[in-house]
């Protein structure tokens, strides 16, 4: 089944204690994101990546970082961790194409809670 | 600053009744809308997309408005079902090679039994 496999997807955390959030995608897409989702404030985009080993800052990128050694993977890495990070975080990926039509592959989510 | 501005934050509709969710835009490069559909505890999914050579798509119950001067695009969902309870987000992208997706804030649409 083509997916988008994020882990954990439930995390409670204290402030500064760094955590990982993987993903991993079997499609082949070379296109991976990172968003979070707040009330009121939809979808924001944090990092994405084009292809492997090319990484860029979304919108809210602070906090973050991310790496892109394998097409298939893209982890989120919160270094320090703190309280406004609590969110609902997705990882999305789609292919390159030039038509315009981008079409993404959600995972279904990873809720963190950073106390 | 917010590309896409998309409304009401939340509705509620009787089952039956038609749902409407409207966005706008201001950058007349874009020229890909698409709408996603979010269940809780589910990743948000592509439900309907429309290009701006048209001004309507339909599929289903399911309709995108498409009014090109105006920049603005709606979802119309016909005959609302408690199933269609859900988060819609509307997206829009540009026509220049591939170009990542600009995300409305996204509604909440409760459709009562």
């Known amino acids: 089944e083509a997916q988008v496999t994020q882990n954990p997807r439930y995390l409670i955390t204290v402030t500064g204690k760094k955590l990982t959030v993987t993903c991993s995608q079997n499609?082949?897409?070379?296109?991976m994101s990172w968003y979070r989702q707040d009330p009121g404030l939809g979808l924001r985009q944090i990092y994405y990546?084009?292809?492997?080993?090319?990484?860029d800052k979304g919108d809210v990128p602070e906090g973050y970082k991310v790496s892109r050694k394998e097409k298939r993977n893209f982890p989120l890495i919160l270094e320090s961790p703190s309280p406004n990070q609590t969110s609902l975080y997705f990882c999305?990926?789609?292919?390159?194409?030039?038509?315009?039509?981008?079409?993404?592959?959600f995972g279904a989510g990873s809720r963190l809670t950073v106390l | 600053q917010q590309q896409v501005k998309q409304s009401p934050q939340s509705l509620i509709v009787q089952k039956g009744g038609i749902s409407i969710i409207n966005c706008a835009y201001e950058?007349?490069?874009?020229?890909?809308f698409p709408w996603y559909q979010q269940f809780p505890g589910k990743g948000p999914a592509l439900l309907i997309a429309?290009?701006?050579?048209?001004s309507e798509k339909k599929e289903g119950r399911f309709t995108i408005s498409f009014n090109k001067s105006a920049k603005q695009f709606s979802l119309h969902i016909m005959d609302s079902q408690p199933g269609d309870s859900a988060t819609y987000f509307c997206?829009?992208?540009?026509?220049?090679?591939?170009?990542?997706?600009?995300f409305g804030t996204g509604t909440r649409l409760l459709v009562s039994p």
């Open positions: 999305a990926s789609s292919l390159v194409g030039t038509s315009g039509a981008n079409v993404l592959t």
């Open positions: 997206a829009a992208s540009a026509n220049t090679g591939f170009q990542k997706l600009v």
């Open positions: 429309i290009r701006p050579d048209v």
């Open positions: 990546s084009m292809n492997v080993e090319v990484t």
């Open positions: 499609m082949n897409h070379e296109y």
């Open positions: 950058n007349t490069a874009f020229d890909y």
